[in-house]
């Protein structure tokens, strides 16, 4: 499954670095987080599985919970969003393309029990970057946020 794992990270990878590249003041949104942040898993997964290591399956179902969040949040809000070009690879198929590998590549089998709670923590820590990064840089309005003259809401920033 090396290859799979190597052909998820550059697409996740390259749809995130590709839209965001020029948008870079907007890098600390969770979409271009966590499609980043797959992308980098799936590549260290990936040269573990060509070198005969074990990745712990958890790992996948917390990408895969993380980028269904995004995909949700998308879709609930889908008035707000661009589903064209990359935004489509981040919002939808990104998001589909991982849960897909979880449910056929991942084992959770050998995930101990405690463990199965484990998905919370990445959107958890999420909303506490999103509050700190909030309070910090007093970013409390959404209407205010465009991308290339997109409507740019991030639910879990405004909160701060």
Do not use: H
Request: glycine share 6%; hydrophobic share 60%; net charge positive.
């Amino acid at each position: 499954m090396s290859v799979a794992q190597l052909g998820i990270d550059l697409l996740l990878t390259a749809s995130a670095l590709a839209l965001y590249w020029q948008y870079l003041r907007f890098m600390y949104e969770l979409t271009f987080m966590s499609n980043f942040l797959a992308g980098i898993f799936f590549l260290a997964a990936g040269i573990y599985t060509l070198l005969g290591r074990r990745v712990p399956q958890v790992w996948y179902l917390c990408f895969a919970v993380l980028l269904i969040l995004v995909m949700g949040t998308c879709l609930m809000f889908s008035g707000n969003f661009s589903f064209s070009g990359a935004f489509l690879l981040l919002y939808l198929i990104d998001p589909l393309l991982v849960t897909v590998y979880f449910f056929l590549a991942a084992d959770m089998r050998e995930v101990p029990l405690k463990w199965v709670t484990a998905p919370v923590l990445m959107p958890g820590a999420y909303l506490a970057f999103a509050l700190v990064f909030g309070a910090v840089t007093k970013t409390t309005s959404i209407s205010s946020w465009t991308m290339g003259g997109w409507a740019r809401p991030t639910p879990l920033v405004s909160f701060s």
